[in-house]
């Protein structure tokens, strides 16, 4: 069997076209990401608000785009995914994270950098035991980020890294090429998420949900 393909979208329709013009309200364009999950386009139309509201300043996610994006960071670098740590470098750079800090996150001195509040050493403390999944044998770990982090945003904040501990593993997984750097760089137009661009694709996927749902393979 061949590599799988991306989706171009010169040649989405039905369901993919539609799930590309919703990619590209809320995630400021289709990346290749969205390129590959479009074979699963019922699948990935749920995915995306919840990666968008998760990811985005707005629409929902309490905590800031600045704190999650360095959470985002690091779980990247740890994972060695090059496709996630490029698109959120530099969606981190329009969240105001500097390329000081950058570097600072992706190492091991962090909790002792001056670049870093100690909110945000908290944040990257996290998402390192989240994405090395050592948070259970470190309740000193828990103890110490819960010192800056409400219950509301703990959740998120696992849920953040939890979330692209699973983007990397699809990136590298399936090959999903790096856009162009033109591409990367449009993420950063979409940093802030209108609530109201949510609401209006909810509506929209109820209005539209198809009567009859594809089964599973009965090869399978």
């Not at 364009?29 to 749920?46: D, G, I, T, W």
């Not at 035991?129 to 509301?152: G, I, K, L, S, Y």
Request: include cysteine.
């Amino acid at each position: 069997m061949t590599e799988l393909q991306k989706i171009e979208p010169k040649d989405a329709v039905g369901e993919v076209a539609e799930l590309y013009k919703a990619a590209t309200v809320m995630l400021g364009r289709v990346p290749n990401f969205y390129r590959f999950l479009a074979h699963s386009p019922l699948v990935a139309k749920m995915l995306l608000p919840f990666n968008a509201v998760m990811q985005r300043q707005g629409a929902g996610s309490i905590l800031t785009a600045k704190i999650k994006e360095m959470a985002v960071i690091k779980t990247s670098k740890i994972n060695g995914c090059v496709y996630c740590y490029a698109h959120n470098t530099s969606l981190g750079r329009a969240a105001g994270i500097s390329d000081e800090q950058v570097m600072v996150i992706d190492g091991d001195d962090y909790m002792s950098s001056d670049l870093l509040s100690p909110r945000e050493k908290a944040a990257v403390l996290w998402a390192d035991h989240v994405t090395r999944n050592t948070v259970r044998d470190h309740p000193e770990v828990r103890a110490q980020v819960r010192d800056h982090f409400n219950d509301a945003e703990m959740v998120e904040l696992t849920l953040i890294s939890g979330m692209f501990n699973m983007f990397n593993r699809f990136m590298d997984c399936m090959g999903v090429p790096m856009d162009t750097q033109k591409d990367i760089d449009s993420i950063q137009d979409s940093l802030h998420l209108d609530p109201n661009q949510v609401k209006a694709y909810f509506a929209h996927v109820a209005d539209n949900w198809p009567d009859t749902i594809p089964g599973p393979n009965p090869d399978s």
